[in-house]
């Protein structure tokens, strides 16, 4: 689904991602992790067609985000670490403004909505404004309006942000379903490493714009005992070991 080859992107002197090669297959969730400025960012830009590559392709779903942009932004949704909305449409307006503008036929566009509004238990407040609506209720619209048109693709960027426990908890199974049973592709950059650890088919560790370790969690941890570091029981233990052998620090 994803097929990125020697993906360079430079800011005048400064190099945000260096020669990156990633494939990820069909049905995936995939973790993207690294601490801040490791250039996470920077590489979903390039996924979702906001920023241009330096060097090097990104392919997704068979097209070049470079040259058949309007392709992959059609197969596939992409959810920002910040939900926005527009203040003075209502829930269920926004649904359908989202849905008109991947022109989804009203019948099937009708029958979306209603599922999201179901699956994201927005029944409560689809009908009132935005303005009103706290991050956590952004959160779940935005997340539901990314679902509509059934991507092939998710690219989502801190999902867990502002939802509570319950609204968390809905969120990983529906995105395990979406992976497992309607085989899209989850491409998720996340803090949060218990998420990653309980989500992910795969992890792939950036720091200072390369990949240092990609695989499953038990792939990541072979890979310490290799380099001679005990093998650690947590992702967190991991990532701190990985990242800060690259030269950064603790933080993420």
Do not use: W
């Amino acid at each position: 689904m994803i097929d990125i080859r020697n993906l360079t992107k430079r800011y005048g002197e400064k190099i945000a991602v260096r020669d990156l090669s990633l494939t990820l297959r069909e049905g995936e969730i995939f973790a993207f992790l690294g601490p801040n400025g490791a250039g996470k960012t920077t590489t979903i830009k390039i996924i979702t067609g906001l920023v241009k590559p330096t060097s090097g392709t990104a392919i997704v779903g068979g097209h070049d985000i470079a040259t058949d942009g309007l392709a992959v932004k059609a197969l596939m949704s992409y959810v920002p670490d910040e939900p926005y909305l527009y203040d003075k449409l209502t829930a269920r307006e926004f649904l359908r403004m989202i849905g008109d503008l991947y022109r989804m036929p009203p019948e099937r566009l009708t029958d979306r909505i209603a599922k999201m509004i179901k699956a994201f238990e927005l029944e409560s407040f689809v009908d009132d404004l935005c303005e009103s609506f706290s991050h956590g209720m952004k959160q779940r619209v935005v997340i539901a309006s990314a679902l509509l048109h059934e991507p092939r693709l998710l690219v989502i960027d801190e999902p867990m942000v502002g939802l509570d426990p319950k609204s968390a908890r809905t969120l990983k199974d529906l995105l395990g379903r979406l992976a497992r049973e309607d085989r899209v592709t989850i491409f998720m950059s996340t803090h949060t490493l218990s998420v990653a650890e309980e989500l992910a088919d795969r992890i792939g560790i950036l720091s200072k714009g390369q990949l240092v370790a990609l695989g499953t969690l038990e792939e990541l941890r072979a890979l310490q005992q290799k380099r001679g570091v005990p093998g650690h029981q947590r992702l967190e233990d991991l990532f701190l070991d990985l990242t800060e052998a690259n030269g950064n620090g603790s933080g993420a």
